[in-house]
């Protein structure tokens, strides 16, 4: 499984920009897959996550203002990002996990997307984002 992330960049605040994850080395359509990011100094934090069925989550701070998407056929998974503000500015990665179920349920749901102890799969190597004037 190999992710590569891709679209990080300088923008102002107010701007937006475009995140790519692209994956490979495995069946896209089975995964699930969640945008982290980790700011100098702080903990990483998830920021949005797409199940292999296209339900989306959020972490507070960006909804209304992110979206997370996914193109099985091209085996990407976006993140645009609108409304940036100097809080977005942090090392970017996108992580897999292929859909797994306990007792029925998916084991990668909306209370456990975004846990520190959730064992994603894969992990991609990141992509820089600076929100600046």
């Known amino acids: 499984v190999q992710l590569v992330e891709s679209g990080g960049g300088l923008a102002q605040p107010g701007g937006s920009l475009r995140l790519s994850c692209t994956g490979s080395?495995?069946?896209?359509?089975?995964?699930?897959f969640t945008w982290f990011r980790q700011a100098p100094g702080k903990e990483r934090e998830g920021v949005a996550c797409?199940?292999?069925?296209?339900?989306?989550y959020y972490e507070d701070s960006v909804k209304g203002r992110f979206t997370i998407s996914r193109d099985n056929r091209r085996k990407i998974v976006y993140l645009q990002m609108n409304g940036l503000k100097p809080d977005d500015t942090a090392l970017y990665f996108c992580?897999?996990?292929?859909?797994?179920?306990?007792?029925?349920?998916?084991?990668?749901?909306?209370?456990?997307?975004?846990?520190?102890?959730?064992?994603?799969?894969?992990w991609g190597q990141g992509t820089q984002v600076t929100v600046s004037s």
């Open positions: 992580a897999a996990d292929r859909v797994k179920y306990t007792y029925g349920s998916p084991t990668l749901n909306e209370a456990t997307w975004s846990s520190p102890n959730y064992e994603y799969e894969a």
């Open positions: 080395g495995f069946t896209f359509e089975y995964y699930a």
């Open positions: 797409i199940t292999n069925n296209h339900e989306t």
